[in-house]
T-cell receptor, first 119, second 112 residues
Framework: DAGITQSPRHKVTETGTPVTLRCHQTENHRYMYWYRQDPGHGLRLIHYSYGVKDTDKGEVSDGYSVSRSKTEDFLLTLESATSSQTSVYFC??????????????????FGPGTRLTVL | GNSVTQMEGPVTLSEEAFLTINCTYTATGYPSLFWYVQYPGEGLQLLLKATKADDKGSNKGFEATYRKETTSFHLEKGSVQVSDSAVYFCALRMNRDDKIIFGKGTRLHILP
């Protein structure tokens, strides 16, 4: 299994409070992603990173910010949580390239998820 | 834009039945195609993939063939087990793109 951990695994918070979710990898992959999963919507990309301090928005980035100061850590912050941000959040990592001989290339590995409830 | 469409679930089958989950894609070019599986309470994990036309991906008794002429990548298994109950996601990635595009997922229930 790819070395990806997420913390916390479960969190309950109140509307208006800041929340930070952490994704940590031990694979040294360049690309890291944050998704949210909701019934009827499948997986939706929030933000992703293609290197230290290099990030870009996904399709549902409003209300979220990210930071990546080290290769192994990718943080997702909800500055002021709202009930619509109640969801399961998944981190993923990838290493895209032409080195097809490496089995870990050209696929995406997912963390175990964080269930966030905003009351 | 590029997209993936997969059959809506839930799909309910009896153990040992034949499974097909349909997946079609729209892409400007020739993507790599993936099937991911999500077991209850877990993250997604890669089930199989194919990187060019006519390639067949296979794993754990599941198969899918990359059909360029029909832009499809249907998932099949000859005899399902209760342990196959999960959500299955079809996905694509364009060469040199940073992102994977996922379908909405198909929930599969297998009855003993």
């Amino acid at each position: 299994d790819a070395g990806i951990t997420q913390s916390p695994r479960h969190k309950v918070t109140e509307t208006g409070t800041p929340v930070t979710l952490r994704c940590h990898q031990t694979e040294n992959h360049r690309y890291m992603y944050w998704y949210r999963q909701d019934p009827g919507h499948g997986l939706r990309l929030i933000h992703y990173s293609y290197g230290v301090k290099d990030t870009d928005k996904g399709e549902v980035s409003d209300g979220y910010s990210v930071s990546r100061s080290k290769t192994e850590d990718f943080l997702l912050t909800l500055e002021s949580a709202t009930s619509s941000q109640t969801s399961v959040y998944f981190c993923a990592i990838s290493e895209w390239g032409e080195l097809a001989g490496l089995s870990s290339y050209n696929e995406q590995f997912f963390g175990p998820g964080t269930r966030l409830t905003v009351l | 834009g590029n997209s993936v469409t997969q059959m809506e679930g839930p799909v309910t089958l009896s153990e040992e039945a034949f499974l097909t989950i349909n997946c079609t894609y729209t892409a400007t070019g020739y993507p790599s195609l993936f099937w991911y599986v999500q077991y209850p309470g877990e993250g997604l994990q890669l089930l199989l993939k194919a990187t060019k036309a006519d390639d067949k991906g296979s794993n754990k008794g599941f198969e899918a063939t990359y059909r360029k002429e029909t832009t499809s990548f249907h998932l099949e298994k000859g005899s399902v087990q209760v342990s196959d109950s999960a959500v299955y996601f079809c996905a694509l990635r364009m060469n040199r793109d940073d992102k994977i595009i996922f379908g909405k997922g198909t929930r599969l229930h297998i009855l003993p």
